[in-house]
Protein backbone atom coordinates (compact mmCIF):
# COMPACT_ATOMS: atom_id res chain seq x y z
CA UNK A 1 0.00 0.00 0.00
CA UNK A 2 1.28 3.39 -1.33
CA UNK A 3 2.15 5.23 2.32
CA UNK A 4 3.16 8.98 1.25
CA UNK A 5 5.77 10.48 3.19
CA UNK A 6 4.33 13.20 6.08
CA UNK A 7 5.65 16.87 5.31
CA UNK A 8 8.30 17.93 7.03
CA UNK A 9 6.59 19.95 9.84
CA UNK A 10 6.92 23.84 9.23
CA UNK A 11 6.05 26.38 12.35
CA UNK A 12 5.25 29.67 10.75
CA UNK A 13 4.77 32.82 12.58
CA UNK A 14 2.49 35.22 10.74
CA UNK A 15 2.32 38.81 11.85
CA UNK A 16 -0.10 41.19 10.99
CA UNK A 17 0.02 45.07 9.89
CA UNK A 18 -1.06 47.48 12.77
CA UNK A 19 1.67 50.60 12.49
CA UNK A 20 2.69 52.05 15.52
CA UNK A 21 1.20 48.87 17.62
CA UNK A 22 3.58 46.47 16.08
CA UNK A 23 5.68 47.12 19.26
CA UNK A 24 3.69 44.85 20.51
CA UNK A 25 4.75 42.13 18.29
CA UNK A 26 7.90 42.11 19.95
CA UNK A 27 7.09 42.24 23.39
CA UNK A 28 5.03 38.65 21.73
CA UNK A 29 8.07 37.15 20.10
CA UNK A 30 9.81 37.39 23.57
CA UNK A 31 7.35 35.64 24.87
CA UNK A 32 7.60 33.26 22.55
CA UNK A 33 11.18 32.65 22.13
CA UNK A 34 10.77 31.66 26.43
CA UNK A 35 8.40 29.79 25.73
CA UNK A 36 10.47 27.39 23.25
CA UNK A 37 9.23 28.42 19.96
CA UNK A 38 11.14 28.42 16.77
CA UNK A 39 9.75 29.71 13.81
CA UNK A 40 11.10 28.27 10.31
CA UNK A 41 9.43 30.61 8.31
CA UNK A 42 7.77 33.87 8.84
CA UNK A 43 5.26 35.67 6.76
CA UNK A 44 4.42 39.45 7.54
CA UNK A 45 2.29 42.02 6.50
CA UNK A 46 3.19 46.33 6.75
CA UNK A 47 4.95 46.96 10.04
CA UNK A 48 4.69 43.10 10.54
CA UNK A 49 7.05 42.70 7.40
CA UNK A 50 9.45 44.84 9.25
CA UNK A 51 9.55 42.97 12.45
CA UNK A 52 9.81 39.85 10.49
CA UNK A 53 12.94 41.44 8.24
CA UNK A 54 14.81 42.38 11.15
CA UNK A 55 14.56 38.76 12.86
CA UNK A 56 15.34 37.28 9.33
CA UNK A 57 18.22 39.37 9.57
CA UNK A 58 19.44 39.24 13.19
CA UNK A 59 18.16 36.28 14.14
CA UNK A 60 15.13 34.69 16.41
CA UNK A 61 17.62 34.64 19.44
CA UNK A 62 17.88 36.40 23.06
CA UNK A 63 20.40 38.63 21.36
CA UNK A 64 18.03 39.19 18.45
CA UNK A 65 14.81 39.78 19.98
CA UNK A 66 16.64 42.08 22.41
CA UNK A 67 18.01 44.48 19.60
CA UNK A 68 14.25 44.57 18.51
CA UNK A 69 12.88 45.47 21.52
CA UNK A 70 15.82 48.28 21.31
CA UNK A 71 14.84 49.45 17.64
CA UNK A 72 11.27 49.92 18.77
CA UNK A 73 12.45 52.15 21.92
CA UNK A 74 14.19 54.26 19.63
CA UNK A 75 10.83 55.19 17.44
CA UNK A 76 9.20 56.99 20.71
CA UNK A 77 11.14 60.35 18.94
CA UNK A 78 11.05 59.30 15.41
CA UNK A 79 8.24 60.70 14.47
CA UNK A 80 7.83 58.25 11.32
CA UNK A 81 4.55 58.86 10.17
CA UNK A 82 3.81 62.67 11.12
CA UNK A 83 -0.05 63.16 12.30
CA UNK A 84 -0.34 66.52 9.96
CA UNK A 85 -2.66 63.88 7.57
CA UNK A 86 -3.36 66.82 5.26
CA UNK A 87 -0.21 67.88 4.53
CA UNK A 88 0.99 64.60 3.84
CA UNK A 89 -2.11 63.94 1.15
CA UNK A 90 -1.20 67.06 -0.55
CA UNK A 91 2.11 65.87 -1.19
CA UNK A 92 1.51 62.73 -2.09
CA UNK A 93 -1.17 64.42 -4.81
CA UNK A 94 1.66 66.66 -6.23
CA UNK A 95 4.06 64.13 -6.11
CA UNK A 96 6.98 65.73 -3.74
CA UNK A 97 8.96 63.38 -2.42
CA UNK A 98 11.14 65.43 -0.24
CA UNK A 99 10.34 64.77 2.70
CA UNK A 100 7.57 61.83 2.81
CA UNK A 101 7.69 59.16 5.78
CA UNK A 102 9.16 56.54 3.42
CA UNK A 103 12.68 58.57 3.60
CA UNK A 104 12.45 58.02 6.91
CA UNK A 105 11.25 54.99 7.41
CA UNK A 106 13.95 53.89 4.34
CA UNK A 107 16.73 55.54 6.34
CA UNK A 108 15.44 53.66 9.75
CA UNK A 109 15.50 50.44 8.35
CA UNK A 110 18.65 50.89 7.22
CA UNK A 111 20.50 51.89 10.08
CA UNK A 112 18.66 48.49 11.44
CA UNK A 113 20.42 46.44 9.66
CA UNK A 114 18.08 46.46 5.87
CA UNK A 115 21.02 47.54 3.96
CA UNK A 116 20.02 48.44 0.21
CA UNK A 117 21.91 45.43 -1.19
CA UNK A 118 21.08 42.80 1.22
CA UNK A 119 18.61 40.29 -1.26
CA UNK A 120 16.56 36.89 0.44
CA UNK A 121 19.42 35.02 -1.32
CA UNK A 122 21.39 36.50 1.43
CA UNK A 123 19.43 35.63 4.54
CA UNK A 124 20.67 32.20 5.96
CA UNK A 125 18.45 31.30 9.08
CA UNK A 126 14.64 32.00 8.69
CA UNK A 127 13.06 31.73 5.78
CA UNK A 128 11.00 35.58 5.37
CA UNK A 129 8.20 36.07 3.05
CA UNK A 130 6.92 40.04 3.30
CA UNK A 131 3.30 40.69 1.84
CA UNK A 132 2.09 43.80 -0.56
CA UNK A 133 -1.22 44.52 -2.22
CA UNK A 134 -0.99 44.67 -6.08
CA UNK A 135 -4.08 47.43 -6.93
CA UNK A 136 -3.74 46.21 -10.93
CA UNK A 137 -4.88 42.67 -9.91
CA UNK A 138 -6.28 43.05 -6.70
CA UNK A 139 -4.19 40.32 -5.30
CA UNK A 140 -1.47 39.74 -2.57
CA UNK A 141 2.18 39.93 -3.73
CA UNK A 142 4.27 37.69 -1.54
CA UNK A 143 8.27 38.35 -1.78
CA UNK A 144 11.22 36.40 -1.23
CA UNK A 145 9.88 33.38 -3.43
CA UNK A 146 12.76 34.91 -6.08
CA UNK A 147 16.14 34.52 -4.67
CA UNK A 148 17.22 38.46 -6.03
CA UNK A 149 14.73 40.38 -5.08
CA UNK A 150 15.49 43.37 -2.47
CA UNK A 151 14.48 42.66 1.14
CA UNK A 152 14.50 46.54 2.03
CA UNK A 153 12.53 47.30 -1.14
CA UNK A 154 9.95 44.10 -0.61
CA UNK A 155 9.18 45.77 3.04
CA UNK A 156 9.08 48.85 1.81
CA UNK A 157 6.33 48.01 -0.85
CA UNK A 158 4.36 46.06 1.98
CA UNK A 159 4.42 49.19 4.40
CA UNK A 160 2.86 51.82 1.29
CA UNK A 161 0.14 53.36 3.42
CA UNK A 162 -1.10 56.67 1.85
CA UNK A 163 -0.58 59.21 2.86
CA UNK A 164 2.72 58.29 4.46
CA UNK A 165 4.48 56.16 1.92
CA UNK A 166 3.64 56.06 -1.89
CA UNK A 167 2.36 53.38 -3.66
CA UNK A 168 4.96 51.84 -5.34
CA UNK A 169 5.05 51.12 -9.37
CA UNK A 170 6.94 48.36 -10.97
CA UNK A 171 6.62 45.69 -13.45
CA UNK A 172 2.93 46.30 -14.02
CA UNK A 173 2.30 46.38 -10.74
CA UNK A 174 0.97 49.03 -8.42
CA UNK A 175 1.94 47.79 -5.11
CA UNK A 176 0.80 49.03 -1.38
CA UNK A 177 0.39 48.29 1.76
CA UNK A 178 -0.62 44.63 2.45
CA UNK A 179 -3.31 45.54 4.41
CA UNK A 180 -5.28 46.12 1.45
CA UNK A 181 -5.90 42.37 0.83
CA UNK A 182 -4.62 40.28 3.65
CA UNK A 183 -3.12 42.00 6.77
CA UNK A 184 -2.63 38.79 8.97
CA UNK A 185 -1.05 37.07 5.85
CA UNK A 186 -1.95 33.38 6.79
CA UNK A 187 -2.21 32.11 3.21
CA UNK A 188 0.84 32.81 2.48
CA UNK A 189 2.31 30.82 5.01
CA UNK A 190 0.47 27.79 3.85
CA UNK A 191 1.58 28.76 0.18
CA UNK A 192 5.38 28.09 1.82
CA UNK A 193 5.12 24.86 3.24
CA UNK A 194 3.56 25.80 6.76
CA UNK A 195 2.22 23.09 9.09
CA UNK A 196 1.51 24.77 12.16
CA UNK A 197 0.70 28.57 12.60
CA UNK A 198 1.36 31.57 15.70
CA UNK A 199 -0.78 34.10 14.13
CA UNK A 200 0.17 37.75 16.36
CA UNK A 201 -2.55 39.89 14.92
CA UNK A 202 -2.37 43.45 16.01
CA UNK A 203 -6.29 43.87 15.17
CA UNK A 204 -8.11 45.76 17.59
CA UNK A 205 -12.33 45.68 17.16
CA UNK A 206 -12.62 47.97 19.85
CA UNK A 207 -10.74 50.35 18.12
CA UNK A 208 -13.54 52.19 16.43
CA UNK A 209 -16.49 53.13 18.08
CA UNK A 210 -20.03 54.09 17.95
CA UNK A 211 -18.85 57.88 18.71
CA UNK A 212 -16.48 57.97 15.18
CA UNK A 213 -19.00 60.13 13.12
CA UNK A 214 -18.57 61.64 9.62
CA UNK A 215 -15.86 60.42 6.78
CA UNK A 216 -13.17 59.68 9.20
CA UNK A 217 -15.28 57.62 11.03
CA UNK A 218 -16.54 55.47 8.13
CA UNK A 219 -13.16 54.70 6.49
CA UNK A 220 -11.75 53.37 10.27
CA UNK A 221 -14.88 50.97 10.69
CA UNK A 222 -14.84 50.20 6.66
CA UNK A 223 -11.00 49.42 6.95
CA UNK A 224 -11.85 47.21 10.18
CA UNK A 225 -14.71 45.34 8.52
CA UNK A 226 -12.33 44.22 6.04
CA UNK A 227 -8.99 43.67 7.75
CA UNK A 228 -11.64 41.67 10.20
CA UNK A 229 -12.91 39.66 7.86
CA UNK A 230 -10.04 38.95 5.56
CA UNK A 231 -8.31 37.34 8.96
CA UNK A 232 -11.68 35.18 9.62
CA UNK A 233 -11.07 33.43 6.07
CA UNK A 234 -7.69 33.16 6.07
CA UNK A 235 -7.68 31.31 9.26
CA UNK A 236 -10.68 28.98 8.41
CA UNK A 237 -8.63 28.49 4.96
CA UNK A 238 -5.51 27.23 7.37
CA UNK A 239 -8.45 25.06 9.04
CA UNK A 240 -9.76 23.52 6.13
CA UNK A 241 -6.15 22.50 4.70
CA UNK A 242 -5.39 20.73 8.43
CA UNK A 243 -3.29 23.62 9.62
CA UNK A 244 -3.36 24.69 12.94
CA UNK A 245 -3.22 28.10 13.75
CA UNK A 246 -2.89 29.64 17.36
CA UNK A 247 -4.05 33.23 16.76
CA UNK A 248 -3.01 35.62 19.85
CA UNK A 249 -4.71 39.00 19.37
CA UNK A 250 -2.73 41.99 20.81
CA UNK A 251 -4.40 44.84 21.70
CA UNK A 252 -3.22 47.82 24.17
CA UNK A 253 -5.14 48.47 27.04
CA UNK A 254 -5.87 51.50 25.19
CA UNK A 255 -6.72 52.37 21.56
CA UNK A 256 -3.38 53.17 19.97
CA UNK A 257 -2.91 55.31 16.77
CA UNK A 258 -1.33 53.33 14.10
CA UNK A 259 0.51 56.45 14.04
CA UNK A 260 1.52 57.08 17.26
CA UNK A 261 4.83 55.85 18.40
CA UNK A 262 5.18 57.41 22.02
CA UNK A 263 3.87 54.76 23.58
CA UNK A 264 5.93 51.80 22.32
CA UNK A 265 8.06 50.66 25.72
CA UNK A 266 4.28 50.12 27.42
CA UNK A 267 3.30 48.74 24.20
CA UNK A 268 6.26 46.00 24.34
CA UNK A 269 5.41 44.90 27.56
CA UNK A 270 2.09 44.94 26.82
CA UNK A 271 2.54 42.25 23.98
CA UNK A 272 4.87 39.79 25.93
CA UNK A 273 2.59 39.90 29.03
CA UNK A 274 -0.27 38.95 26.32
CA UNK A 275 1.41 36.17 24.45
CA UNK A 276 2.73 34.70 27.83
CA UNK A 277 -0.09 34.29 29.11
CA UNK A 278 -1.61 32.45 25.62
CA UNK A 279 1.78 30.59 25.22
CA UNK A 280 0.78 29.21 29.24
CA UNK A 281 -2.25 27.38 27.89
CA UNK A 282 -0.47 25.44 25.45
CA UNK A 283 1.86 22.22 25.57
CA UNK A 284 4.84 22.57 25.76
CA UNK A 285 7.48 23.43 23.12
CA UNK A 286 10.01 21.54 21.93
CA UNK A 287 13.34 23.49 23.25
CA UNK A 288 14.76 25.76 20.20
CA UNK A 289 17.98 24.98 18.38
CA UNK A 290 19.82 27.47 20.35
CA UNK A 291 18.88 26.39 23.93
CA UNK A 292 20.10 22.99 22.86
CA UNK A 293 23.37 24.05 21.71
CA UNK A 294 23.77 25.93 25.07
CA UNK A 295 23.10 22.68 27.11
CA UNK A 296 25.54 20.92 24.57
CA UNK A 297 28.31 23.19 25.35
CA UNK A 298 27.59 23.37 28.99
CA UNK A 299 27.60 19.68 29.49
CA UNK A 300 30.97 19.63 27.67
CA UNK A 301 32.77 22.32 29.62
CA UNK A 302 31.37 20.17 32.53
CA UNK A 303 32.97 16.96 31.46
CA UNK A 304 36.17 18.88 30.45
CA UNK A 305 36.08 19.75 34.44
CA UNK A 306 35.32 16.08 35.34
CA UNK A 307 38.66 15.04 33.17
Given at each position: MWNPRKPKKQLAFVLSGGGSRGAMQAGALRALLEAGYQPDLITGTSIGAANGAFLAVHG?????IQKLEKMWAATVDQDLLPTNLWWQTMRTFFK???GFSQDRIREFAIAAGLAPNLRFQDLT????????????????????????ECVLDSVLASMSLPPW??????DGRYLMDGGAVSNLPIQAALEQGATEIIALDLFDPDEVSDDNAGLKGF???????VEGRQAELEIELAKARGVPVRHITLVGEKPVPLWDFRSSIELIERGYQLAQQAAAEWPPAPHPRWQKLRLKTFLSDLLDALD
Open positions: FTPQGRPVGIRFFPVAADLNSGRPVVFGTRPELAPRQELLKLDKT
